[in-house]
């Protein structure tokens, strides 16, 4: 089963349809009640809901999705029957599978309660109409971009340890298609990342530095305060998620200081020292927090959700 689990939790909703090919005196019947097994399209919706619960149960490599909801409507044609369904779930990985399955076993129910009057029935498809939702789906893209990581640390400035944080926010950055122009390792000084972060922004006009390290409560974390000093406007709520994202995957997380900030229209990213901190830091907020780019420009929103 794929590991999914440094996937954020968005909206995801998918839609299916099955058709069920039938003989015109079988739409008869069904339309006047005269069958032998009660109501055949009652007991197909039941079926298809209880099929999408029990997804993971059918298809191996299916995760178990909470489900939101459910829904699978039934239209009578001339010689056909059509089932649609559609399910929604505010989790890290898709349902179009949940929904394809709803629509299968609600055919196949309508199959069996109706074979004894119908020996011609076909299931002549089943088919995704459509799906939304998860980072994959957002269309924003680091290309044109160019971005600055600076380490923060004494013991990395100092040569007593290695930089591990920090590459690989050059590599996280140069995977999502954006330029980084500087890479650099500073100690935990206030003035220091003052002028680092005030020479990138304005010097340079870079549109993302992503600082790594000395966001904690130790006597040398130093970084939110020293990016305070020089942003313009916090956002708060990269900030709620970055924090809401790591406390669910460690406790410790509560007491990172991180700030999230403007200098004109240079996006300031605190991230901490360690390595599961940065590839969390990467995983929460990319590549969502892009849109912030098109915000500056007065694009506004746009289509953000399909």
């Known amino acids: ?29 069904i339309q006047s009640g005269n069958l032998p097994k009660a109501d055949p399209l009652a007991v197909a919706r039941v079926a298809g809901i209880q099929a999408a619960k029990n997804t993971a149960l059918l298809i191996p490599y299916c995760h178990q999705v909470p489900l939101d909801h459910i829904e699978v409507n039934i239209s009578l044609e001339n010689s056909s029957i059509t089932i649609t369904t559609e399910v929604k779930a505010i989790w890290k ?45 957002n269309s924003e893209t680091g290309e044109g971009l160019r971005a600055a990581v600076i380490v923060t640390s ?70 939110p305060e020293a990016t305070k000093s020089v942003i313009s406007r916090r956002l708060e709520g990269v900030e709620e998620t970055l924090r809401a994202y790591g406390q669910n995957r460690l406790t410790t997380a509560m007491l990172s200081r991180g700030l999230v900030g403007l200098r004109g229209k240079t996006l300031i990213i605190n991230l901490p020292g360690s390595r599961g901190g940065v590839e969390d830091g990467m995983s929460a907020l990319f590549p969502a927090v892009l849109h912030v780019f098109r915000m500056m420009k007065g694009e506004g929103h746009g289509s953000v959700r399909s």
């Open 1 to 29: 089963m794929r590991d999914v689990s440094a996937k954020p939790n968005t909206l995801r909703t998918a839609k299916a349809a099955a058709i069920l090919k039938v003989r015109a005196s079988t739409i008869e019947a």
């Open 154 to 223: 004494d013991s990395v400035s100092g040569g007593k340890n290695e930089d591990i944080s920090g590459k690989i926010l050059v590599e996280r950055l140069k995977a999502l298609k954006m330029q980084v122009s500087r890479y650099k390792v500073v100690p935990d000084d206030t003035t220091i990342i003052e002028k680092e972060l005030k020479e990138l922004a304005d010097g340079e006009k870079v549109d993302l530095i992503i600082t790594t390290g000395g966001t904690g409560a130790g006597p040398r974390d130093v970084t």
């Open 93 to 137: 990985t898709g349902v179009e599978m949940e929904a394809l399955v709803a629509a299968s076993a609600s055919a196949l129910t309508l199959y069996d309660m109706l074979k004894i009057t119908d020996d011609e029935m076909e299931i002549t498809s089943v088919r995704l109409l459509g799906k939304t939702g998860g980072v994959s789906a």
